[in-house]
């Protein structure tokens, strides 16, 4: 048996990084204080994507993202998790229909796959969909979404496999050091792991958790109008038929686990979440969700939003994923990424070959803290607008 390593998180970045170490031969604890999904893991809009990610690297990591978990289907019994289906994107009017060409040249130039449809052709796909005769479609052919639940099962079952060990109910109060290099953890009830290294993927609570040893990243803030914030509707409909995830100008609608059910998010509704408040199913934003899905999708006539969901993202505040050793600290390492769905299969192998291997990415080497104090410091400080500009 090699190193001991403890995970802290068990959010789908926990899940994948412990996999990929256990698979390297440490011995790995996964602690996390509630259990597999509880945090940002389980409001999530799970879109497999490498749209709209700047600069080319983080694309690429994306775009490598969504193929590991391709690949991690192909060798699966199992993959109702998965749906790789592509995304259908729609626009009407002038404005939106230049934005959408604009999007699709922009990630065409750099060999993402992009198909121009017909209308006929989309509704041949999906035949409820709404689309106005004047509109330009799009299909992204590699896109796709998980199914949450699923995803993290299959995720948990697949760590199990390889001896990870899951302690639940066990909030880390403290990382644990002896002179320069970390030993274990301190848990809330006053119990004790050892290990020889930490690895913290602890989501939005990275920096509470890194706060015992003097770590901090700086991301964005979780207050209203931040694009930290995300709202989710969840809805119900009998009569829809949707198989793939669609967007228009201003909506992404996905199904959801069961049958008839969808996931509603419309990113410029985000600043309505009130991160305090629990969100009320009958408000303006769930209205406005269902009023918009109505005209995209079919069938949502008598459909009605059940649930609404505030999603706080953990967002390094250049917007670009951080993997690292802990400055000045032996053994610590931190994982603090947005997109941690589609990237968190291939991050976890990037991840486990330089904490298990002792081997430094390439892939990695942009994905440092340094980089995201410098633009920190402009984007969520100096320039607070910067900060609040809408992520998908
Ligand atoms: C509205 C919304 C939409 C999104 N859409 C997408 C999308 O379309 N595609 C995509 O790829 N990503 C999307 N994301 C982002 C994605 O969901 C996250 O990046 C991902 O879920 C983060 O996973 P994680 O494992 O890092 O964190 P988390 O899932 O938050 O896991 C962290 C875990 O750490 C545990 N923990 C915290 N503190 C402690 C402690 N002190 N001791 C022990 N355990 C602790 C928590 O209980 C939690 O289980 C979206 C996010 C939101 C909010």
Redesign the pocket.
């Known amino acids: 048996m090699g190193a001991t390593t403890i995970v802290?998180?068990?959010?789908?970045?926990?899940?994948c990084v412990a996999e990929r170490l256990a698979a390297a031969g440490d011995r790995v604890i996964v602690?996390?204080?509630?259990?597999?999904?509880?945090?940002?893991?389980?409001?999530?809009?799970?879109?497999?994507?490498a749209n709209s990610k700047v600069p080319r690297a983080y694309h690429q990591l994306n775009v490598d993202?969504v193929e590991a978990w391709r690949r991690a289907s192909q060798d699966s019994r199992t993959t109702a998790w998965l749906h790789l289906n592509g995304r259908i994107q729609w626009a009407s009017g002038e404005a939106a229909i230049a934005a959408l060409e604009t999007a699709a040249a922009a990630t065409a130039a750099w060999g993402y796959p992009v198909e121009a449809i017909t209308v006929a052709a989309a509704t041949r796909l999906e035949p409820d969909l709404l689309i106005p005769p004047d509109a330009q479609v799009r299909v992204w052919p590699t896109e796709g979404?998980l199914v949450p639940p699923l995803a993290l099962e299959w995720l948990l079952v697949r760590a199990l496999a390889r001896n990870v060990e899951l302690a639940t109910g066990?909030?880390?109060?403290a990382i644990e050091v002896h002179g320069t290099g970390v030993r274990g953890?301190l848990?809330?009830t006053g119990r004790r792991l050892s290990a020889d290294r930490v690895v913290c993927?602890?989501?939005?609570?990275?920096t509470?958790?890194l706060a015992s040893v003097g770590v901090a990243v700086d991301v964005l803030p979780t207050v209203q109008g931040s694009p930290?914030?995300?709202?989710?509707g969840y809805a119900s409909s009998s009569t829809a038929r949707l198989g793939r995830t669609i967007s228009t100008a201003n909506l992404?609608v996905r199904p959801g686990r069961a049958a008839g059910r969808y996931v509603l998010?419309a990113p410029d509704l985000?600043r309505l979440a009130d991160p305090d408040g629990p969100p009320d199913p009958g408000d303006t934003a769930a209205r406005e969700l269902l009023a918009r899905t109505r005209t995209a999708v079919g069938g949502f006539t008598n459909a009605r939003v059940d649930e609404l969901?505030?999603?706080?993202?953990?967002v390094p505040a250049d917007r670009i994923t951080v993997s690292e050793w802990a400055p000045g600290l032996e053994g610590l390492y931190l994982?603090?990424?947005?997109?941690?769905?589609?990237?968190?299969l291939h991050l976890a192998e990037l991840v486990a070959a330089e904490v298990a291997g002792g081997v430094e990415s390439p892939a990695l080497a942009y994905l440092r803290r340094a980089r995201v104090d410098q633009a920190g410091a402009a984007a969520s400080s100096a320039d607070p607008a910067a900060a609040m500009t809408p992520i998908?």
Request: with cysteine.
């Open positions: 802290i998180g068990a959010g789908v970045v926990g899940l602690v996390d204080r509630s259990g597999p999904g509880a945090g940002t893991s389980g409001t999530s809009f799970v879109w497999l994507n993202g979404f066990f909030e880390v109060v953890v848990g809330h993927c602890a989501g939005r609570w990275t509470s958790v930290a914030i995300g709202l989710l992404n998010q985000d969901r505030v999603g706080y993202r953990v994982v603090v990424t947005h997109s941690g769905y589609t990237l968190g998908h």
